[in-house]
T-cell receptor
Framework: AQSVAQPEDQVNVAEGNPLTVKCTYSVSGNPYLFWYVQYPNRGLQFLLK??????LVKGSYGFEAEFNKSQTSFHLKKPSALVSDSALYFC??????????????FGKGTTLSVSS | ETGVTQTPRHLVMGMTNKKSLKCEQH?????MYWYKQSAKKPLELMFV???????ENNSVPSRFSPECPNSSHLFLHLHTLQPEDSALYLC????????????FGPGTRLTVL
């Protein structure tokens, strides 16, 4: 069965400092991995995805994520946090061998709070 | 905003009312999804439509009834809901490619009195 774990409910970081939001996954085959962000009272916005190729994926708003197959992780990172990055972040996975149209499996979300 | 729109954005209804949520995608996608997002709970997948056919129904109570008349539109019909059904209901769409991301609408904030 597919699953995603986001071990931290909340991450606090000061503006200008680097940030990391953790995600680990479990799939039977190879994974497609995604990060989404949600601002209050809004839908989820796509940030980046890993399909294949380079393990370091760059996405929107200066975010990047590193795929680590041996650790089954896909942590989201940003070198210098902004107050406007404060939001709820979701990691999601789909098994590469899953039937097309199969929905993503989402983690429970991590609230990122960036203080000025 | 994304190419997925949802109406209404807010809805307050009594337990005996019947209402419908509407989702429309302008992205040419061929798969659509309904999710329920409750406070402090993981995102819950409710229904999946692929090429206008329902392919997944995650044990959702019958008081929620989806309808997908074409690849651009998705409805969620609501009747005799319970207060615990109050949540943010999110619609999403994607291409029928396993590696494609889902695009989400802004959601409908539903309150059941």
């Amino acid at each position: 069965a597919q699953s995603v774990a986001q071990p931290e409910d909340q991450v606090n970081v000061a503006e200008g400092n680097p940030l990391t939001v953790k995600c680990t996954y479990s799939v039977s085959g190879n994974p497609y991995l995604f990060w989404y962000v949600q601002y209050p009272n809004r839908g989820l916005q796509f940030l980046l995805k890993y399909i294949t190729g380079d393990n370091l994926v760059k996405g929107s708003y200066g975010f990047e994520a590193e795929f680590n197959k041996s650790q089954t992780s896909f942590h989201l990172k940003k070198p210098s946090a902004l107050v406007s990055d404060s939001a709820l972040y979701f990691c999601a996975v789909r098994d590469m061998d899953a039937q097309a149209g199969t929905a993503l499996i989402f983690g429970k979300g991590t609230t990122l709070s960036v203080s000025s | 905003e994304t190419g997925v729109t949802q109406t209404p954005r807010h809805l307050v209804m009594g337990m005996t009312n019947k209402k419908s949520l509407k989702c429309e995608q302008h992205l040419g996608h061929n798969a659509m999804y309904w999710y329920k997002q409750s406070a402090k709970k993981p995102l819950e997948l409710m229904f999946v439509y692929s090429l206008e056919e329902r392919v997944e129904n995650n044990s959702v109570p019958s008081r929620f009834s989806p309808e997908c008349p074409n690849s651009s539109h998705l409805f969620l019909h609501l009747h005799t809901l319970q207060p615990e059904d109050s949540a943010l209901y999110l619609c999403a769409s994607s291409q029928l490619l396993a590696g494609d991301e889902q695009f989400f609408g802004p959601g409908t904030r539903l309150t059941v009195l």
